[in-house]
């Protein structure tokens, strides 16, 4: 298996402008996390998806933030508009059904708002 | 106050060191808990999972104390490859929710 898949590596993008990252999770597993990792306030937990229903979007900072998960092979997370504090490493994550089970990360989306 | 908390560290140590990190969380009703190590620019990767009577692997030993709320994770005889951040994780009961600690970080000296 691949692991989870996140595209682009990289974005660097001016102020104002729509930015949307992608995640492809693991074939087979039910739980979707869209996770942003800064310096100051390490990993949050913006939104998750079970069985591509969005169960917790309580972390998704403002409404410039939204998430999707048409099918359970494809999520995205959209910011609009952008701003210099989005800048962070956004990551995905998945794991498969049942608690106390291993969260898989992608490598992340590094995101730079100028 | 956060839901996870950790020593932001940096804990350097030489090689060879036993060195112990502390993670508090404050939600009672948490249920399942995990030490995840994130290396620089790296994603986050499951060190191991904490179980109730303490679990070991290899030269890492990890404890929950559910009373006080705590759990712990001992390195022994340090290895310069242990050097990264180590993140505590807690899962909520009732919910498919990791919340992640600020990570602890490590450095082991030659």
């Known amino acids: 298996d691949a692991g989870v898949i996140q595209s682009p590596r990289h974005e660097v993008t001016e102020m104002g402008q729509e930015v949307t990252l992608r995640c492809k999770p693991i074939s087979g597993h039910n739980s979707l996390f869209w996770y942003r990792q800064t310096m100051m306030r390490g990993l949050e937990l913006l939104i998750y998806?079970?069985?591509?229903?969005?169960?917790?979007d309580s972390g998704m900072p403002e409404d410039r933030f939204s998430a999707k998960m048409p099918n359970a092979s494809f999520s995205t997370l959209k910011i609009q508009p952008s701003e210099p504090r989005d800048s962070a490493v956004y990551f995905c994550?998945?794991?498969?059904?049942?608690?106390?089970?291993?969260?898989?990360f992608g490598q992340g989306t590094r995101l730079t708002v100028v | 106050r956060k839901e996870v908390e950790q020593d932001p560290g940096p804990f350097n140590v030489p090689e060879g060191a036993t060195v112990a990190f502390n993670c508090t969380y404050s939600?009672?009703?948490?249920?399942?808990f995990f030490w995840y190590r994130q290396d620089c620019r790296k994603e986050p990767k499951l060190l191991m999972s904490v179980y109730s009577s303490g679990n070991e692997d290899g030269r890492f030993t990890a404890q929950l104390n559910r009373a006080s709320q705590y759990i712990s994770l001992l390195i022994r005889d340090s290895k310069l490859s242990d050097s990264a951040t180590y993140l505590c994780v807690v899962n909520r009961a009732g919910t498919y929710k990791y919340i992640f600690g600020t990570g602890t970080r490590l450095k082991v000296l030659a």
């Open positions: 994550a998945s794991t498969p059904t049942g608690r106390n089970t291993e969260a898989f």
């Open positions: 939600n009672s009703a948490s249920q399942s």
């Open positions: 998806f079970n069985n591509n229903v969005p169960i917790d």
